[in-house]
């Protein structure tokens, strides 16, 4: 009896003990900002409150770098509650102001050190969408960046400056159409022109002519809308002239030839020189060059023969570049090589094997690593893994003895620092010039792409109380760590001399690569 | 109320002259189960993993049928993350290995050379390491890397203070006067989440072990 009892009062201790203890405190719901969810969004929008609330979550959940801002002394949970009496406080508000709500968010957002960080909110008072970027309001304060955001690097004056950086052969292309629209649409305009001043003089107009006279007026009012337009826009309603005057061009023998409207994503400007110096030198715009020379890429139309024809002239430029540095290094005449992207604002990891990457071994390379968020937690990460990008795969010479000087200012953005990073990996590769803007995460912005990693950009622009563009990988390098909102810093630090430009074209930044190229200094 | 004290004397008073001291050790293994919400995040998993244990106690029985047990042990509570799809080449374990110190009463039942017995109690504990092992793909490439890593403890998010309540049920078997086998499934349930907690999102994570483990002991 009692050996019974004694089984019967454990079990029973145990028992008690467990059902108490389950009792374990729930996790709070979370939801996917990722993807567009109505209800989610729609909360959102319902109040200031609401929105912040909103935002402050969904960011919780898909910034990468919470442990970095931890180190710069942001407190995330002490954002939360500094801020949410000041917002509920704009719900008592008739009116909130977009000044009001630019203040109030951008102490918020502000401080994000993120390089590629930007982001969108709607005045629910007025319906106004507001624009926030973080490192534009903090490279506001650096000099190089405010001057390097407004230059375009152009060495075409050394093809007459004589010296060590003397240019003995210069090439330059542009996927912009600009230029032909323009020429177009001026040609066009002279001869609507005159025949509109030829039908002024005549009493009486045939039913042809008064039809020449309408679409006349009509035409030269459209012609003249087009400045100030994005490009995308400008390419479009260039092309909606076209159709609409095809008549019009017809009867008065004019040529209205419509554009391949897809070359307004990928802009890019290319120039490539060899120096007398035997140093070969490439200058891109934009990581935009897989399009045009990535034959898998697929992505241009090609049967269009202006496209083709703007895709073969920046093609032939980067082949210039690349064909001589064969030619150099296999003669021994190849004294070094200058890649220029300052002023670049980043664009494509696969670009990376034509420009760094065509010097280097076939087989990728791998500068830093690469970090994502693996959870809903703030310092939830996956295990880092190497960040590789592609090298030149065909055949080709490696740069391992000859100077690499990559050429970098305040507004070398992304990928265009990912070149700059890489230098400090390559033992004959030197950064000249300023610090880089501070933006080197990587990104996938594609909504589809979200749940590759949960983290990243959220929201639609011009739609949701909220819309961030984020990047979804950190970038780690082994010694200098995470440099976003800080940049990479250049091994020779050269300040653009703007005044020499302005007065003589003289560029200081790339004299000072080709010395050191020639000189070791 | 007197009697009741005289009583309660009375009973030590007899205990007393059976009580015993005993020294052990004991090992075994234990299946982890790792309690976490992925919430929307589906293309993430986690399920538990098989770990060991390890241990020296001792005990002092007050009665035959009592005694208080106390353990310093080192017991794994491991998990694995792994993915679906495009990632399937994604999965790690976790290995966490934590130093314990049950203190635990004992309830005894049975003969004399074979007893069944329950323990009940509690435990503290520390997270002393970490340490990662399998493959991740990487996002942009699906390009697959190895993964054989210590994990970075990082204050700002790992809890490594663990504590909650310890039970187990087993069986012992008394081959010679000074000696003694055991046999035990027990279960640790801890009360703390292994990640800090932001005080605007709770989002907690625990660990429960199951452990199966045998040992002996020398009994005083």
């Known amino acids: 009896m009692k050996k019974i009892s004694i089984i019967h009062y454990s079990l029973f201790i145990i028992l008690c003990v467990f059902a108490l203890s389950s009792c374990r405190p729930e996790s709070d719901p979370q939801w996917s900002y990722g993807q567009y969810d109505n209800q989610v969004y729609g909360l959102a929008g319902a109040n200031f409150e609401q929105q912040f609330i909103g935002l402050w979550t969904a960011l919780n959940e898909n910034y990468c770098i919470w442990d970095f801002e931890l180190e710069h002394g942001l407190d995330w949970d002490e954002v939360y509650y500094k801020y ?233 430029v980067w082949k210039a570049w690349f064909d001589k540095i064969q030619e150099l290094k296999k003669s021994n005449a190849l004294k070094g090589v200058i890649i220029d992207v300052r002023s670049n604002t980043g664009g494509y990891n696969n670009d990376f094997q034509f420009a760094l990457g065509a010097l280097l071994p076939s087989g990728g390379f791998s500068s830093h690593m690469e970090r994502t968020k693996a959870g809903t937690g703030r310092y939830d990460f996956a295990p880092m893994t190497p960040f590789t990008f592609n090298t030149y795969k065909e055949e080709h010479v490696v740069i391992s003895e000859e100077p690499i000087v990559v050429l970098a200012n305040g507004f070398s953005v992304s990928m265009a620092e990912m070149t700059s990073l890489s230098t400090k990996s390559i033992a004959n590769a030197r950064l000249v010039g300023m610090r880089t803007w501070g933006g080197l995460c990587s990104l996938v912005t594609d909504p589809a792409f979200y749940s590759d990693a949960y983290s990243g950009s959220f929201g639609v622009k011009n739609q949701t109380p909220f819309y961030a563009y984020l990047p979804q990988f950190v970038s780690i390098h082994p010694e200098l760590g995470i440099l976003e909102g800080t940049g990479v810093t250049p091994d020779i630090e050269v300040a653009f001399d703007q005044s020499l430009y302005e007065s003589t074209g003289r560029d200081n930044q790339f004299e000072r690569a080709v010395q050191y190229i020639l000189t070791g200094n | 109320m007197k009697k009741v004290l005289v009583l309660f004397i009375a009973m030590v008073a007899v205990g007393t002259i059976q009580a015993q001291w005993r020294l052990g050790v004991s090992g075994g293994g234990d299946y982890n189960f790792y309690s976490i919400q992925t919430h929307y995040q589906t293309n993430y998993h986690y399920t538990g993993s098989w770990g060991g244990t390890a241990a020296i106690f001792t005990q002092y029985n007050f009665l035959n049928w009592v005694g208080l047990r106390a353990e310093v042990e080192m017991v794994q509570k491991n998990h694995l993350f792994y993915r679906t799809l495009k990632f399937e080449d994604t999965h790690y374990t976790t290995y966490n290995t934590y130093l314990q110190l049950p203190v635990m009463t004992q309830f005894s039942f049975g003969g004399e050379k074979v007893r069944g017995f329950v323990n009940v109690g509690i435990y503290g504990g520390y997270w002393v390491d970490s340490h990662l092992k399998g493959s991740v793909q990487e996002p942009l490439n699906l390009k697959t890397y190895p993964v054989d890593e210590k994990y970075a403890f990082y204050p700002a998010r790992d809890e490594r203070w663990d504590c909650g309540l310890v039970g187990g049920l087993g069986i012992e078997y008394r081959f010679l006067e000074h000696w003694a086998l055991h046999a035990e499934g027990r279960c640790y349930y801890s009360f703390i989440s292994t990640t800090h907690q932001s005080s605007v999102i709770k989002d907690y994570r625990y660990n429960t072990p199951l452990a199966i483990q045998a040992g002996f002991s020398y009994i005083f």
């Open chain 1, 84 to 316: 949410l009496p000041q917002f509920q406080a704009l719900d008592q508000k008739q009116e909130v102001t977009d000044e009001e709500l630019m203040k109030l968010y951008g102490e918020v957002l502000f401080p994000l050190h993120d390089g590629h960080a930007n982001f969108q909110v709607r005045n629910l008072s007025n319906g106004h969408f507001l624009g926030f970027n973080p490192s534009l309001e903090r490279n506001k304060s650096r000099p190089d960046c405010q001057f390097s955001m407004g230059f375009t690097p152009d060495i075409k004056a050394y093809t007459d400056i004589p010296g060590d950086c003397h240019i003995a052969q210069f090439q330059t292309a542009s996927s912009s159409q600009i230029q032909f629209i323009s020429n177009s649409l001026d040609k066009a305009s002279k001869v609507v022109d005159a025949k509109l001043e030829e039908l002024e003089q005549k009493e009486t107009l045939t039913e042809e002519e008064q039809l020449i006279v309408q679409y006349g007026k009509m035409f030269l009012k459209d012609a003249s809308s087009l400045e100030g337009m994005s490009l995308s826009a400008g390419y479009s309603f260039y092309n909606k002239i076209c159709v609409r005057y095809a008549m019009l061009a017809d009867l008065l023998g004019f040529e209205l030839t419509p554009v391949d409207e897809t070359l307004a994503n990928y802009t890019l400007d290319v120039a490539s020189a060899y120096l007398d110096a035997g140093i070969a030198y490439f200058r891109f715009s934009g990581f935009n060059l897989s399009p045009f020379l990535d034959p898998g890429w697929n992505v241009l139309n090609l049967a269009n023969p202006s496209t083709k024809a703007i895709q073969q002239s920046i093609y032939d």
